[in-house]
């Protein structure tokens, strides 16, 4: 079955402090995966991407993840994180479906940032 | 930015009654798609549109139908409000080529409350 999974539904960090999500899926076939950000009551923004190639992936807002195919993983990472992370963040894996594609989420994990 | 508007933003509505909610995008993008999100569920696709008047269910489609009459609306129906789709509604659009149609992008979201 395809699912995505985030086995962390909080995380608190302190401001400075480096950060890593977690993020395992279940595809058979070659995946295409996301990270998205949801502040409070806003909609996702795309974070990072990634299709091929190099499994260490760059986004925006100094954020990085790495595809590890062995391990069925696609984590999320930031050195160093500032108050303004704090928000609700989305793993998902493009797959095969119908006429198109579609998006399965993650639960999700909440992030907290104290000062 | 990818040029999706929802409206409305917020409804409260009464159980049994039919609601509709629009999403416009101003890009001509093929695909669109129309998510809910739930907490613990992330996520879950409703239905989506690969092109005028060419829809599909997707996960959790009892009780939502949906029209694409022009390539820049995508309209989505709760036939008889019920209680269970209270829930925040996301639109998506995604580009035709490739591996590009996993690569989404959202609306602001509609706040549904069914009462």
């Known amino acids: 079955a395809q699912s995505v999974t985030q086995p962390d539904i909080h995380i608190t960090v302190s401001e400075g402090a480096s950060l890593e999500l977690r993020c395992n899926y279940s595809?058979?076939?070659?995946?295409?995966l996301f990270w998205y950000v949801q502040s409070p009551g806003q909609g996702l923004q795309l974070l990072l991407k990634y299709f091929s190639g190099d499994t260490l992936v760059q986004g925006i807002k100094g954020f990085e993840a790495e595809f590890k195919r062995s391990q069925s993983s696609f984590n999320l990472r930031k050195p160093s994180v500032h108050w303004s992370d704090a928000a609700e963040y989305f793993c998902a894996v493009g797959v095969i479906y119908n006429q198109g594609g579609k998006l399965i989420f993650g639960q999700g994990t909440e992030l907290s940032v104290k000062p | 930015d990818a040029g999706i508007t929802q409206s409305p933003r917020h409804k409260v509505t009464e159980t049994g009654t039919p609601v509709t909610l629009r999403c416009h995008q101003t890009e001509n993008h093929r695909y669109m798609y129309w998510y809910r999100q739930d907490p613990g569920h992330g996520l879950r696709l409703i239905h989506y549109s690969y092109g005028v008047k060419d829809t599909d269910k997707g996960e959790v489609s009892d009780g939502y139908s949906v029209s694409r009459s022009k390539t820049e609306d995508f309209l989505l129906t709760l036939e008889s409000a019920t209680s269970s789709q209270t829930s925040v509604y996301f639109c998506?659009?995604?580009?035709?080529?490739?591996?590009?149609?996993?690569?989404?992008?959202f609306g602001p979201g509609t706040r549904l409350t069914v009462t």
């Open positions: 998506a659009i995604s580009r035709v080529a490739g591996v590009s149609r996993y690569e989404q992008y």
């Open positions: 595809y058979g076939a070659t995946p295409y």
